[in-house]
């Protein structure tokens, strides 16, 4: 049996890539009864029909999975957001890095782009308050070419997704990357993207310099609804040297007295930006919990 990557899923076909080039694959049929999904990012087994397609045998273990869209066995994710047009939404940007940290992906880096629209002040500051957390910050421009070296070096022999907010310039980074993506850019209204045409078809897209990309569609809403309350905290890095240590076990760093949590807000160690979005995200779970219980 041969191995391979699935790096795009359209209706009933699998394009698997392996060492020799792009095979088209069909699913043996019992994937289909048991429920199990192969998403693109899998690697599997597959075996070699006649006519040089494939039909895959077995799906190998998954390192990790992201949901909306589905990807597979990412290296790592980057959080684009724009320094300016549209403003930075520290809230959303927050959601992304919590979905990315719940998501278990292994690597999160920050991307600041669009720096050609602000002064050294206002990418200082969006610099000091990500780079505080312990993530990594590029700044990027795709207009003067600022980071895009540093971001092509970031990327290499990895499988990145692209995630952030739309309109901050996630597929024009990627042309920069490499013009011969040729993706769309531009298309801010979200109507058109909810369209019938728009298929969230996640595909992982060969980079010149070896590696794989996908590029999503800037959603503005998503679902945190399946962290589990108590959990949530350990979704924010700098939050964890004080999660041991509050008055009363299960603490969920809101309401309670003697919370250690809180009490870094208090001195600075924690921003309160950050805060604001756990307590923010902590209601919004806690609400849906409520509404299927
Ligand atoms: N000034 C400036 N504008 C940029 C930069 N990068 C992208 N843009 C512009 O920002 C707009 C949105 O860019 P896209 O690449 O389509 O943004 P996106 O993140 O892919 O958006 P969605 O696909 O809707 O999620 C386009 O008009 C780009 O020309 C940049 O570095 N500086
Ligand atoms: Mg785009
Ligand atoms: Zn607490």
Redesign the pocket.
Known sequence: MEQGKVIKNYNSFYYVQDATGLVTCKLRGRFKKDRCKVVTGDEVGFSRLEDQSGVIETLLPRRNLLRRPSVANIDQVIV?FAAA?PDPHPLLVNRFLVLAEWSEIPEIVLCL?????VDSAGRQAALAAYGEIGYRVIV????NGEGIDALREQLKNRVSVFA?P????????LNALDPALDLR????SSKI?RGRHTTRLAQLLPLAGGGFIV?T??FSSFELEKIEPLRLAGYFPEFRPFLTGCRYRGCTHSHEPDCLVKQAVAEGQIQAVRYDAYLNILQEIAERKREYT
């Open positions: 684009t047009e782009n669009k720096a050609d629209l990027t421009s795709t207009k952030g739309s309109g901050a310039g996630k597929s024009s980074l850019t531009g298309e801010i993207k590029d569609p800037g």
